[in-house]
C-alpha cells in the first residue's frame, strides 16, 4: 500500500480518502479497522481496482454504501461491519465474483438480498446478521460459497431456503411479515388443504361442459378422497349422464385413473394421450364411435374398457400396449369390422355387431353377422345370445373348432349335414333350441366328441344307428325332442358313456340288450333317464327297474309259444304256415309273427315256418 502524508494527491494517480492520498495500482490493501471512522465512504474509493483486501469495519462511517464499491473486482475480503451504513445493499456487490470473505454485518442495512447472490461461488465467509433487512432470502443463497451464513438479527421472513440451518437463520423479527401462505404458488386453499388450481379448472370445464353436473363443484364432483399431495389421482364419474370430455382433460398429468363407465360420451379428445401417468382407463357402456390414436402411446396403461360403444373400428396401433395391459383391452358388444388386430383374443374382441360391416374377407367365416377366422377359431360359444333363424352350412368351414355351443337360443330348421366337418369337435351343444328335422348321419363323423347336447328342440326321426361310431362320448343328451323308432343296439358301443337322457320322446320297440355293456348308474336319473317313452317290455336286466313311466298301449304280447306256432296249439305245422299267408295278404300281421325279427312279416318268415315243419 501507498500512502502519502499531508500533501495533495496526485491527480489520476492517487485518491484521496479521509485526508489521505492512496496510490491507484499499488494500493492492494486497505485496513482501517477501527480507525474512527466517520462520515460516508466516499465514492472515490471505487478507483482503486487494484485492492484486494478492504476492511473498514468498527467505525462510525454511515449512509449507503457506494455503488462505485463494485468497481473493486478484484477484491477477495470486503468487511465493512459494524458501521451505521443504510440504505440497500448495492447491487454491484453481487457481481464481485472473487470475494472468497464478506461482511456487511452490524449495520442498518434495509432492502432485500438480490438472488445474484448465488454469483459468489467463491465466498468462504458470508455475514449479513444485525441489519434490517427484509423479504425472503432467495433460494440463490444456497449457491453462494459459505454453506453456513450468518443471517440472524434482521427481519427476514419465511419460507427460508431449505439449505440453510435454524442457527443460521437464528432470530428474525418477522412481525411486519405477511402470514406465510398454506399453499405453494400455483396451487388454492380450500378448506384447509391446497389443490392444484389447473386441476380443479379442468374438473369445472367438465361440470361447465355437462348440463347434467350443475350445481357440482371440483371438491363435490371429484371428492376429496380422489386427490393426493393436491393434485388429482382418480376421476371417477360412474352414470353421471356427462356427453362430454373436454380438451383441457390432458392437462391432469397426474391422473392414474379414469372411470367414466356408463355415461352417454360421444367422444374422446386427443389430449387425453397427454396423460403419462394414466394405468386405468375404463370408458365402457357409451357412445363412442372412435378411439383416438393417442391413447397407444400411454405405456403405463394396465387396464383398458371400451365394450358397449359403438366402435366400428379398432387400430393396429393396439399392438403397441397390448403386452404392457394387465387387463383388456375389453372391446365387445361393439360394432367393430374384421379383419380384427393379431395381437387381440376372442376375449378381447367378443361378440360384435358386424350387420353393417362389408363381407368377411377370405379366411374368415361369417355367421350371425360375425366374422370368424377359420384358422384361429377354436372355441365358439354364443349361447343365450338371442340368436335366430337357421344355423348357416357355412359353419362347416370352422375346422378347427373344438368347442361349439349354440344352446339357449331360438335357432330353427334342420342341423346342417356340414356340421359332420367339424371333426376337432369335443363339445357339441345345440340345446334348447327349435330345430327340427333328423339327426344328420353326418354327426357321426365327429368322432372326437365327448359330449353332444341336442335336448330341447323339435328333432323327429330315429337316432341313427351310425351313433355308436361316437365311442368317445360321455354325455349324450337327446331328451324333449320327438324321436322315434327304436333305441339302435349300436347304443352298446358307447362304453365310456357316464350320462344319458331320452327323457320325453317317442322312442318305441324294445330296448336293445347291448345297453348293458355301459358302464353308468342306472340308478341316478342324473345320469340315465329314458322316462316319458313308448318303449316295450321286457326290458334288459340292467334297467329293467329304471325305465319310468312308459306308454305301452301300442305294445304287442306275444303268447308264450313255441317258435313258429301262429295259432296257439303246441304245434307248428301247415295251418300255422296257412294263417301267416292269409295276414300278410290282409296285411294284418303283428310283430309276434315276425320270425326272423326284421321288422316286418314277409316271405322270410314263411319260408322260416316251412323248414320248422319238415325239419321239426
Known amino acids: 500500500m501507498s500512502v502519502g502524508w499531508g500533501q495533495d494527491c496526485i491527480d489520476g494517480v492517487e485518491v484521496e480518502l479521509w485526508g489521505e492520498c492512496y496510490n491507484i495500482e499499488e494500493t492492494t490493501e486497505l485496513n482501517l479497522y477501527d480507525s474512527g471512522l466517520i462520515g460516508e465512504i466516499p465514492p472515490e474509493i471505487g478507483n482503486l481496482t487494484s485492492l484486494i483486501n478492504l476492511n473498514l469495519s468498527l467505525n462510525e462511517l454511515n449512509g449507503e454504501i457506494p455503488v462505485e464499491i463494485g468497481n473493486l473486482t478484484n477484491l477477495s475480503e470486503l468487511i465493512i461491519s459494524n458501521n451505521i451504513f443504510t440504505g440497500n445493499i448495492p447491487f454491484e456487490i453481487w457481481g464481485l465474483n472473487n470475494l472468497e470473505r464478506l461482511s456487511l454485518g452490524g449495520n442498518q442495512l434495509t432492502g432485500n438480498v438480490s438472488s445474484q447472490i448465488g454469483n459468489l461461488s467463491n465466498l468462504e465467509f458470508l455475514s449479513l446478521g444485525y441489519n434490517l433487512l427484509t423479504g425472503e432470502i432467495p433460494l440463490e443463497i444456497c449457491y453462494q460459497g459459505d454453506s453456513s451464513p450468518i443471517l440472524y438479527n434482521n427481519k427476514f421472513c419465511p419460507p427460508y431456503p431449505e439449505c440453510l440451518s435454524e442457527e443460521d437463520i437464528g432470530y428474525q423479527d418477522t412481525s411486519e411479515c405477511e402470514p406465510p401462505p398454506l399453499c405453494d404458488e400455483g396451487y388454492t386453499e380450500i378448506d384447509g388443504e391446497c389443490y392444484y388450481q389447473f386441476d380443479l379448472d379442468v374438473v369445472q370445464d367438465f361440470i361447465d361442459s355437462n348440463e347434467s353436473l350443475n350445481g357440482y363443484s371440483p371438491l363435490t364432483l371429484t371428492n376429496t378422497i380422489n386427490w393426493l399431495n393436491g393434485h388429482l389421482g382418480s376421476f371417477l364419474l360412474y352414470d353421471r349422464g356427462i356427453t362430454s370430455i373436454p380438451e383441457s382433460i390432458g392437462n391432469l398429468d397426474s391422473l392414474d385413473m379414469i372411470y367414466f363407465f356408463e355415461n352417454e360420451i360421444e367422444s374422446v379428445p386427443e389430449s387425453i394421450g397427454n396423460l403419462i401417468n394414466l394405468r386405468f382407463l ?174 330341447g328342440n323339435q328333432l323327429s326321426g330315429e337316432i341313427p344307428s351310425c351313433i355308436g361310431n361316437l365311442t368317445n362320448l360321455t354325455f349324450l343328451h337327446l331328451e324333449y325332442n320327438q324321436l322315434s323308432g327304436e333305441i339302435p343296439s349300436e347304443i352298446g358301443n358307447l362304453t365310456n358313456l357316464i350320462w344319458l337322457n331320452i327323457i320325453h320322446n317317442q322312442l318305441s320297440g324294445e330296448i336293445p340288450s347291448s345297453i348293458c355293456n355301459l358302464d353308468m348308474s342306472w340308478s341316478n336319473p342324473d345320469n340315465f333317464n329314458i322316462y316319458e317313452n313308448q318303449l316295450c317290455p321286457p326290458y334288459p336286466e340292467c334297467i329293467e327297474d329304471y325305465v319310468g313311466e312308459q306308454d305301452t298301449s301300442e305294445c304287442i304280447d306275444c303268447p308264450d309259444s313255441i317258435e313258429g306256432d301262429v295259432n296257439g296249439d303246441s304245434e307248428v305245422n301247415v295251418l300255422d304256415i296257412v294263417l301267416i299267408l292269409y295276414c300278410i295278404l290282409g296285411d294284418y300281421c303283428d310283430e309276434c309273427s315276425d320270425w326272423n325279427f326284421d321288422g316286418s312279416v314277409d316271405i322270410l318268415d314263411i319260408i322260416i315256418m316251412v323248414n320248422l315243419t319238415l325239419y321239426p
Do not use: A, K
Open 282 to 455: 375404463d370408458l365402457g357402456r357409451n357412445n363412442i364411435s372412435n378411439i383416438p390414436d393417442t391413447i397407444w402411446g400411454l405405456e403405463n396403461l394396465t387396464t383398458l374398457n371400451f365394450q358397449e360403444n359403438q366402435l366400428t373400428s379398432i387400430s393396429d396401433e393396439v399392438c403397441n400396449i397390448y403386452s404392457n395391459l394387465e387387463y383388456g383391452p375389453f372391446l365387445s358388444m361393439n360394432q367393430i369390422c374384421p379383419p380384427y388386430p393379431e395381437c387381440l383374443t376372442e376375449e378381447n374382441i367378443g361378440y360384435q355387431d358386424t350387420s353393417e360391416c362389408f363381407l368377411c374377407e377370405d379366411g374368415y367365416v361369417e355367421l350371425w353377422g360375425e366374422c370368424y377366422t377359420i384358422t384361429f377359431t377354436t372355441y365358439l360359444d354364443l349361447s343365450e345370445m338371442g340368436l335366430s333363424g337357421e344355423i348357416s352350412s357355412d359353419i362347416g368351414d370352422l375346422t378347427n373348432l373344438i368347442n361349439l355351443d349354440l344352446g339357449g337360443n331360438q335357432l330353427s330348421g334342420e342341423i346342417p349335414s356340414e356340421i359332420g366337418n367339424l371333426n376337432n369337435l369335443s363339445i357339441l351343444d345345440l340345446g334348447g333350441n327349435q330345430l327340427s328335422g333328423e339327426i344328420p348321419s353326418e354327426i357321426c363323423n365327429l368322432t372326437n366328441l365327448t359330449e353332444l347336447e341336442l335336448g
